[in-house]
């Protein structure tokens, strides 16, 4: 198994004391990729730091996968926007 | 230190109902949850205010204690009892409480509930540190036997075990090794992966190593002995009369350890491919030509 790329689900929750189901759920309606390597269901290693804020979110406020769905939609909108209007006070500086 | 109003804090009545508690706690968390305000340190400041009176209004034992100190809390007398009876309590007669991470809690919390919040710890809402990523390169021959390597990370050294039979792209985790946590979450870990690079005769597929192996055109015939390099050692083959062209043989336990399975190791098969001679002396081209005679 190309390990680099890829961690097992048992693993990971494993790691965050969390059950499986709860993963499986987020991979149903689509929220994360789960693949098959070597016959074990791991998840990329790219997609690690979302499932974390995933996990968390769960867990601090009670969001379920659902609404997670929205959350993280949104989430992502935040982090975009954010990084524009950084990037846009950035070329404003210069003509300050 | 000032003292907290938790009520305040969650913006409810100090006879709010455990129901109440918790629909003012999620609605602020939600609010103030630094997941839904990255970047905002104001908001993540509020957040730990909002853990902390949570913490304390939904434990109806330590709300008790809020509600009868709280707000004469500096009644040091009436206190110091307090303090008294829950370090004896614990046994200890010390708080031993050390702050890793100074200001995750108020001074006010601390001297509430110090003895608490060491035992309560898993029900902080702490944040796994970050996971730290590094690549190693070994040769096959180092992955051959268990050993152990000093890595340095920053300014720390890392003495790690490299366990025999390690694979290409394989990663391991050392656990704790990553970032600091936060809010009193745990530490990162370490991944590291490996890169183990090949440059013996031998093709390595998990414990299973594979080789081509030379036989003399007569041994191949006429069957005989041949001497095999291994991985770690050299080993006697007997070649069958007529052997033909890329037959494989295994020799069971001479491959690569398995990883993690002392003592277990892979087999090492071996195709042969038999030395067609390149020139010959008279006397061999003419036992050829009376082979040909024979129709062989």
Redesign the interface.
């Known amino acids: 198994m190309?390990?680099?790329k890829y961690i097992s689900i048992t693993d990971f929750c494993r790691?965050h004391a969390l059950e499986e189901s709860f993963i499986y759920s987020l991979h149903e309606i689509e929220l994360i990729e789960i693949r098959q390597v070597e016959a074990k269901p791991v998840i990329p290693r790219r997609d690690?730091r979302r499932l974390?804020?995933l996990v968390?979110?769960h867990?601090?406020?009670?969001i379920s996968p659902e609404n997670l769905l929205a959350?993280d939609h949104l989430?992502d909108q935040?982090?975009s926007l954010?990084e524009e209007v950084l990037a846009l006070r950035r070329r404003l500086n210069r003509w300050e | 230190m000032n003292f907290i109003d938790y009520y305040k804090v969650l913006g409810i009545s100090s006879t709010a109902t455990a129901k109440e508690i918790k629909t003012a706690y999620r609605k602020l968390a939600r609010k103030y949850h630094p997941d839904l305000n990255p970047n905002d340190s104001a908001a993540e400041l509020k957040f730990k205010q909002v853990n902390e009176a949570h913490e304390v209004l939904s434990d109806p034992e330590k709300r008790k204690k809020y509600d009868q100190y709280g707000k004469d809390w500096m009644h040091a007398e009436q206190f110091e009892k307090a303090k008294e009876s829950r370090q004896s309590g614990r046994g200890s007669g010390q708080y031993t409480y050390s702050s890793g991470d100074e200001g995750d809690f108020s001074d006010f919390f601390e001297s509430m509930f110090g003895g608490f919040r060491q035992g309560g710890q898993s029900q902080r809402r702490g944040y796994k540190g970050q996971d730290f990523n590094a690549n190693l390169q070994l040769d096959l021959r180092e992955v051959y036997q268990t050993h152990k390597r000093t890595l340095t990370l920053g300014d720390r050294n890392i003495r790690i075990t490299i366990p025999a039979g390690i694979e290409d792209g394989q990663t391991i985790r050392i656990k704790g090794y990553g970032g600091p946590g936060i809010h009193g979450g745990p530490k990162g870990d370490l991944y590291i992966t490996f890169e183990v690079r090949n440059s013996t005769p031998f093709r390595r597929e998990g414990a299973n190593l594979f080789k081509t192996q030379e036989v003399p055109l007569t041994t191949a015939v006429l069957g005989g002995d041949l001497m095999v390099d291994t991985f770690d050692g050299k080993a006697k083959l007997k070649v069958k009369p007529l052997t033909q062209n890329n037959t494989r043989v295994k020799l069971g336990g001479k491959g690569f350890p398995k990883y993690k399975k002392e003592g277990e190791f892979g087999d090492l098969f071996i195709t042969y491919q038999v030395a067609l001679p390149k020139e010959l002396t008279p006397e061999q081209k003419s036992l050829f030509e009376s082979l040909k005679g024979t129709k062989l």
Do not use: T
Request: glycine share 6%.
């Open positions: 190309n390990v680099k790691g690690l974390e804020r968390r979110l867990r601090d406020l009670e959350v989430l935040v982090e954010q």
